[in-house]
């Protein structure tokens, strides 16, 4: 935990000491009462906290703030939903590798009993997406959006946008590799990944007709959580983010 | 598992039903007498092999080899010695991305007792290596090396080898971005990482020494495992691997 996050409401409020960033203040950062350590408000300002008190209910803080971080150039995922481990795995560190949203589509060869998870029944979904943004000691963390289906999903993400690079990718059927597609600096972007047996016939006609281009990691076969990564790296480098 | 690896001493004598590979081959890929699935020999050929007979001790098993697989193009890592749930990951993924060496070293920062780890005593640092070629469909394996230090590894590593890129990963000092570095197509590369808190100065001055460039890998501060994965990304794809 690079950086400590905090929602806007947890600000005016005393931090509760079974609170998973309190333990880790006292416990692991040994932060007693004038010390200060870095802190952010999710997908706001990044500043310093102070400790104010200490008492075996809570944390005092007072904050001091920066200015609003500059809005993060856009990287949609849309992935087939995955295994929870998986997807647990994706949500952090496709955070931590820039992000902004992130889609957990139904497709025709994925397993929607994924979805009655309790990594999604919980609120440890959201817990993996501040760990993420903690560790890159960025405040901002994606929109997450998941259940619909991959035509649902396309229909909102490229209804509004028009003219980002859209690339899918498909280990058993692209031609081209990721690593020598063209993008600009700065570009948005949207990465299609499918389940893990891939995608149907059907959704990649849809892909296509969306305007996605198919794109390979090469010969080697790589995990989900792995591919996802290997592409997130090469588009950030890319852009010169990376 | 896409691919079943074998040890050579294997090949001739029936695979316990215990064996984790007897217990996927059952039930999971559900094969049964005269039906086949992929295998290979570790560090060598690829081909498929042939279930003869199932009982409740043993599988026999008849295989059919290709041709040996041609000499990977070398990755050498060189990595601080991790908390040990970090060097398990590392373990199956730089695998599964085609290290060809993996030297696990005491740094300055690190912390020695990782090497007491059960991952280390057991053979479940082996097991990973197993996991990894066999997610990416390759028989090759990384020789692991651990317990030397940085100047032990270095006069190790770079006195059999001289012309090859040498890139030490600094987040903290180094000025160039890694995916700005030129690599030949199939060129041998030599990475280093520090441990998770970075190189001390006599560590970095020893790198000069041996010729290391140092490159970061953007603003985003990422997790050990996720660096050594983007890293080795970036690497493959200016080889012409992804």
């Known amino acids: ?19 998973r960033r309190a333990i880790h203040l006292v416990d692991v950062l040994r932060r007693g009462p004038g010390e200060t350590f870095d802190a952010a ?3 706001g300002p990044r500043g310093k906290a102070t400790v104010r008190s200490i008492t075996p209910e809570a944390i005092q803080l007072d904050f001091a703030w920066g200015p609003a971080p500059s809005p993060a150039p856009e990287l949609t995922l849309l992935i087939g939903l995955p295994r929870p481990q998986t997807a647990r795995d994706i949500l952090r560190d496709a955070t931590t590798l820039g992000a902004t949203a992130l ?3 139904l497709t025709e ?3 929607p009993n994924y979805a009655q998870s309790r990594l999604w029944s ?22 997450v959006v998941r259940g619909a289906t991959l035509s649902e999903t396309l229909a909102v993400v490229c209804a509004t946008k028009s003219s980002e690079p859209r690339i899918a990718l498909d280990n058993y059927e692209a031609a081209c590799p990721l690593s ?3 993008l600009d ?4 972007v949207i990465l299609a990944f499918g389940a893990e047996r891939g995608w149907s016939a059907t959704e990649r006609l849809q892909l296509r ?4 281009a198919f794109a390979h990691l090469g010969e080697r076969v790589l995990r989900t959580e792995t591919a996802i990564l290997a592409a997130m790296v090469l588009v950030q480098a890319k852009r010169g983010l990376m």
Do not use: V
Not at 124 to 134: K, N, V, Y
Not at 185 to 188: F, V
């Open 109 to 111: 060869k994925g397993d």
């Open 209 to 212: 007709e969306h305007g996605f």
């Open 103 to 105: 889609h957990f589509m």
């Open 180 to 182: 020598t597609l063209a």
């Open 185 to 188: 600096p700065g570009s948005p």
């Open 122 to 143: 919980t609120g440890e979904w959201e817990r993996q997406l501040l760990l993420g943004a903690e560790q890159a000691f960025d405040s901002r963390i994606p929109a």
């Open 1 to 19: 935990m690079n950086l400590i996050l905090f929602s806007p409401a947890e600000i005016s409020r005393p931090l509760p000491r079974s609170d």
């Open 41 to 43: 408000m999710i997908n």
